[in-house]
């Protein structure tokens, strides 16, 4: 295989734009994936520094089109992904004041496979990483890892490819790896 065995994971959607402290312009790339009442998580794109969480007290989908070429085609060039390609821009309305900037990144963690458990299994002969883990409270227990190309099991958020949240909460025990990192 060429890629991760397993990849536990939830979307980064954009700031693109913040109109006050308490309204921001968020483009969700796959689609609008939360609701009012959503609890969202905010980071800083430069270092993943932690701005805060807020609800979603109301949204209104932004549909015109220069707005929308902004949000997804002309991202400055230390943001470009190529995996912002489309998607919709919503004003979202917190309930709370909140510090963060253009370009942070916005998770819903209730969203990213949380509480995902891996128990028993094997995994064994691929190119990369046994298990790649961007979700909150994942456990992944008695499994065995055997020439991986990577990390029998990693947890890292992938910016570039807008996955994560950053996970917390993890549990990694009783695993047996062998000869990975190829």
């Known amino acids: 295989l060429g890629d991760d065995f397993v990849n536990i994971h939830g979307y980064f959607s954009l700031v693109q734009a913040v109109e006050n402290p308490s309204t921001v312009q968020i483009a969700f790339p ?3 994936s939360c609701a009012v009442g959503s ?3 905010f980071h800083r794109f430069t270092d993943m520094r932690f701005d805060g969480k807020a609800r979603i007290a ?3 989908e932004i549909t015109d089109t220069n707005s929308l070429e902004n949000a997804f085609t002309n991202l400055p060039r230390e943001a470009h992904t ?3 390609p489309y998607g919709t821009l919503y004003r979202v ?3 709370r004041p909140l510090a963060t900037t253009r370009l942070a990144f916005v998770s819903e ?3 990213a496979g949380a509480g995902a458990v891996l128990r028993s299994n094997y995994f064994h002969d691929n190119n990369r990483w046994g298990v790649l883990v961007k979700s909150p409270g994942t456990r992944i227990e008695g ?3 055997e020439r991986t190309g990577g990390p029998g099991v990693a947890v890292i958020p992938e910016q570039r490819w807008l996955e994560g949240p950053l996970a917390r909460g993890i549990a990694i025990r009783g695993n047996t790896l062998i000869e990975n990192c190829r």
């Open 143 to 145: 499994n065995r890892f």
């Open 58 to 60: 109301r949204l209104e």
């Open 30 to 32: 796959y689609g609008l």
């Open 93 to 95: 309305t917190l309930d």
């Open 82 to 84: 190529p995996y912002l």
């Open 109 to 111: 963690e209730d969203l």
């Open 39 to 41: 609890e969202l998580a």
